[in-house]
């Protein structure tokens, strides 16, 4: 059974820093992509970020543009475990926070991902 499950979220300052963890289950998750997305009140999920499965010894990440420069994705490799680092927070990039995949080993569309944690709240106060 796939499982994914989302810490570390909190309230925080603005241009403070925060790490989120997806702790996942039921899969060999260092081969596969792994996304993060959120969810501001009143607007749709969009994904954020995406490291792909390992091949070789190696993985991509991606970063939407509000993002990028900010925020880094990584992988505990053998922990079945994916970080969100997020740094220089803004006002808006208060939501709750998601971490999903559908067991490929590319990233692709998140919003589309099969199978999803139940999310982290962050909120970024001024």
């Known amino acids: 059974q796939v499982q994914l499950v989302e810490s570390g979220g909190g309230v925080v300052q603005t241009g403070e820093s925060l790490t989120l963890s997806c702790t996942t289950s039921?899969?060999?998750?260092?081969?596969?992509?792994i996304g993060w997305a959120r969810q501001a009140p009143g607007k749709e999920r969009e994904g954020i970020a995406c490291i792909s499965g390992r091949i070789r010894g190696k993985e991509d990440s991606h970063y939407v543009d509000s993002v990028k420069g900010r925020f880094n994705i990584s992988r505990e490799f053998g922990k079945n475990t994916v970080y969100l680092q997020m740094n220089s927070l803004k006002l808006e990039d208060t939501a709750v926070y998601y971490c999903a995949t559908d067991k490929w080993t590319e990233c692709t569309w998140i919003p589309n991902m099969e199978f999803w944690g139940k999310g982290t709240p962050v909120t970024v106060s001024s």
């Open positions: 039921g899969f060999a998750s260092d081969y596969f992509a």
